[in-house]
């Protein structure tokens, strides 16, 4: 018996999955409303997979629910009207004058709905809308978005297309994507707008795999696009003028965010909560102008935060709070509060660009507990500290650039309570301290460089150390200040540093609390009456002082 070749079956193959296309297509129709059927569901019910059902400008009153494989288009072309495309924005469903509950539009799998006004479905509050705009949702309750029971346009686990449509004035979310732990249903909802919705702008619930892209939601109840426990792709919107954030993930979700605009939104333009398994990659987005923080992290969730830009927020540009954050390579500026700010949280801060912020440039807050990685930073001409470090934090800092041009504060400040260790940082500015500090230190090979030389007046010291607190100085370089150390009552070990162009003493120490050490740092000077030590006071505790050398400014003994 004679089997076919395997290049026969292939190529006949492909000729009946060819014929079978070209069939398909060509007993596609296209059913017009009102000149088919006058109702826009009849003409749905008569289509079969692969028709489209075109719809003329006008005011239509049903709810309608799409077929498999159905198309369901607007007429005309795709013109730009005032918000949307001009089609779209004439040819409308509306639910005012409807009996009864549920979405306006509810997909099926395979359809696509393009170019529709979908309006006053549920019942929108405006005075209740407003109240909450009025005090930045702060009263509404924490309510899941997942507990949507009619959304505008539905789409329950099915991979389809929402485009095109323009959704507001819901009593619910504008636009609710569902799905569920095995599915693999991936809709696309892509340029639509969404606005004034009692609910989110958008919301991605029980885990779909949705991809959100391109849409414009502002002015929502909620958050301009939400998310609880789903994961989806959001992608290139722009939300802006929520009531809550502009984007807003909590429940266990785990979107990617890239590419957003997030603005003038009345809490965070990005905002993350609730649980530690909620952890988003939030990347390339800019978020400004927002009435919280650019980026806000809260309630144990764990996102990583790559790349965006977050500036003139009202608050911090990147806040977390009870949280776990990664932050890496974004620049904050120029917003009310910190650049990036942590309260109880754990964080890695990494190659981040913070500048021309109003308070510090990295801020870690008063906590029970915190703790952080600050590596490679570039901290410049913040107005306050560069860097703040308040109670019960520990902090590690490595090869960090901190900077400032004029003003008081000293650069970095570590409050009582808090311990930090800094390593190859390079500190350069004036203010009272280039580091000053309550609490525990070890600077170790760092560079402090001074650019306000006092002799007199202020303070001016690259370290002054305060009552109580314990620093070690190991290997470092302090130039252009008046001291290299300042200390009163506290515990100090300068070991292995280098002093250039101070003020007749380099390290200056009284009333030790701890046995304390002065060994084997050179000091380079002019001035033959300079010397490296001073200790004034009661020696309850005696400061050792070994091995150490004036040497002359070239360098020479």
Known sequence: ?????????????????????????????????????????????????????????????????????????????????????????????DGKELEGEGSAVTMAADAVLDGFTIRNFGHYDEAEWQRNYDTQGNLQSHEHIGASPAPGISIPDVTCVVKHNLVHHIGDTGIGAFGSADSMAKPHIYRNVCYRNMGGGIGAMRQTKATIEENDCFENFYAGIGHNHASPMVINNTCYANIRAGIGISEGSSPTVKGNRCYKNRRAGIGVRTEATTKPMIEGNECYDNDMAGIGAEEDAAPTIVKNKCYRNKLAGIGVRHATAEIRENECYENGA???????????????????NKTAGLGFANSDKGEALVVKNRVIDNKQVAIGVHSGWNVTMVENEISRAGGMPPLVMIFADSKVMMGGD????????????????????????????????????????????????????????????????????????????????????????????????????????????????????????????????????
């Open 1 to 93: 018996m004679a089997f076919p070749s395997l290049r026969a079956t292939f190529v006949a193959g492909f000729v009946w999955l060819t014929l079978t296309t070209l069939a398909s297509d060509a007993f596609a129709k296209t059913i017009a409303v009102p000149g088919d059927f006058p109702a826009i569901q009849a003409a749905i019910d008569a289509a079969e997979t692969g028709d489209t059902v075109l719809v003329k400008a006008g005011v239509y009153r049903e709810r309608i629910k799409l077929k498999a494989g159905v198309t369901l288009k607007s007429d005309g072309n795709d013109t730009r009207g005032e918000r949307g495309l001009a089609r779209a924005e004439g040819t409308i469903l």
């Open 338 to 356: 910190a650049g990036i700010g942590l309260d109880n949280a754990s964080g890695k801060l990494i190659a981040n660009y913070v500048h021309e």
């Open 426 to 557: 390079k500190l350069t500015g004036g203010g009272v301290a280039g580091v000053r500090v309550e609490g525990e230190v070890r600077i170790d090979r760092c560079e402090l460089n001074g650019t306000q030389f006092r002799k007199v007046g202020p303070p001016n010291f690259a370290v002054w150390a305060l009552p109580g607190s314990k620093v070690e100085l190991i290997g470092n370089t302090f130039d252009n200040w008046r001291h290299a150390l300042v200390a009163q009552e506290c515990e100090i070990s300068a070991v292995e540093n280098q002093v250039k162009r101070f003020h007749q003493t380099a390290f200056v120490l009284q009333n030790m609390t701890a046995k304390s050490e002065v060994l084997r740092n050179q000091v380079f000077t002019g001035d033959a009456k300079a010397q490296v030590v001073k200790v004034n006071g009661a020696e309850k505790f005696p400061v050792v002082e070994e091995e150490n050398e004036i040497r002359a400014e070239d360098g020479k003994k």
